[in-house]
């Protein structure tokens, strides 16, 4: 029950200035406590880099934020040895990857070879610089974002990186009724600015975070559940309109965040809705559709969920 009252708590704060994104901060909120990496995708405007301030101020965790451009070169983001010459000796310059929250804003924007200096930071939490190994901070949680709209100029990324990441997460124009809620705020003299975000309370520390992992670990996942899990995974790679479908790292991943969903519910067992509930972020970015689905208007949503629903939901 920590856990549950640990991420409404959350989920409270940063839903204060991050106005009609319930879904999309709750999975925020499952993507951090699991320990994974999230990439973000929406049109300028939606909150996507408000999202990751809110939330480094509610989980008492350093931010740092980096523009990715294509001029960008990899030891911007993860540092390099500077010769020091009254010293007469190297000295290491961090760079911005030395954090807790890393915002990666518009990752596709720079070439390959910077962009896969996150790699090694993303999947084993340290970096190499100069064949030094240096651990980076616990937590490490880096949440990129991509327009969906605009391509000129940007470099897909490959599937290696986008493997990296536990979920994908669409955050996307909201209600009418939402908006007018929003404008009413800004009426009221609200500005979604650095001072408003400071404003928020700390919700979470690091000892608590180590005390709600725990207690994820120890959910319970019967076999039906976990036969569930790689059923959906199969079923992509085996799906007719879907060229790669998820690896066994994508099992994996909807399992780890269906745990964090039972332990967010208040449950310690996991169920087939808490599996339902994550798959679709977990998956949508692991698989590449045929050409021919493309031109008939399908994306990666429409498809998952048609052969989702036909798998049989353990009882």
């Known amino acids: ?6 991420s409404e708590q959350i989920i409270n704060e940063v839903s204060k200035v ?3 994104q319930d879904e999309f901060v709750r999975h925020l909120v499952v ?4 320990g994974g990496h999230v990439l973000m995708e929406g ?10 301030k809110a939330l480094a101020k509610t989980v008492d965790c350093e931010y740092k934020r980096v523009q990715f451009t294509p001029d960008l070169m990899p030891t911007d983001i993860i540092g390099t040895k500077v010769f020091d010459l009254k010293k007469t000796e190297f000295y290491l310059k961090k760079g911005p990857i030395f954090t807790n929250i890393l915002l990666a804003d518009e990752i596709n924007r720079t070439p390959p070879k910077t962009q896969s200096a996150l790699l090694e930071a993303m999947e084993e939490g340290h970096v190499t610089i100069d064949g030094e190994t240096m651990e980076l901070g616990d937590p490490f949680f880096v949440m990129a974002t991509q327009n969906p709209i605009e391509y000129e100029g940007t470099y897909p990324l490959p599937e290696a990186q ?3 990441f ?3 997460l669409n955050i996307t124009y909201f209600s009418q009724e939402d908006e007018n809620n929003l404008l009413k705020k800004y009426k009221e003299g609200f500005v979604s600015s650095h001072k408003e975000v400071e404003s928020l309370e ?3 520390t690091y000892e608590e975070l180590v005390t709600c992992r725990e207690e994820i670990s120890r959910v319970i996942c019967e076999d039906g559940v976990i036969n569930y899990i790689t059923s959906i995974s199969n079923a992509t790679r085996k799906s007719p309109a879907i060229i790669l479908g998820g690896s066994p790292r994508s099992s994996i991943s909807m399992l780890l965040c269906a745990k964090t969903t039972a332990a967010m519910n208040g449950r310690d067992f996991v169920t087939p809705e808490d599996v339902l509930d994550i798959a679709l972020p977990v998956l949508r970015h692991r698989v590449i559709l045929k050409p021919e689905a493309e031109v008939d208007g399908l994306d990666p949503d429409t498809v998952l969920n048609a052969f989702i629903r036909k798998i049989e939901v353990p009882r």
């Open 43 to 52: 049109v300028p405007g939606l909150g996507k880099t408000l999202s990751a």
């Open 31 to 34: 993507a951090f406590l699991t």
């Open 166 to 168: 536990l979920m994908k």
């Open 162 to 164: 986008l493997d990296r």
């Open 1 to 6: 029950m920590f856990v549950k009252e640990k």
């Open 202 to 204: 700390t919700c979470l």
């Open 18 to 20: 991050l106005i009609g």
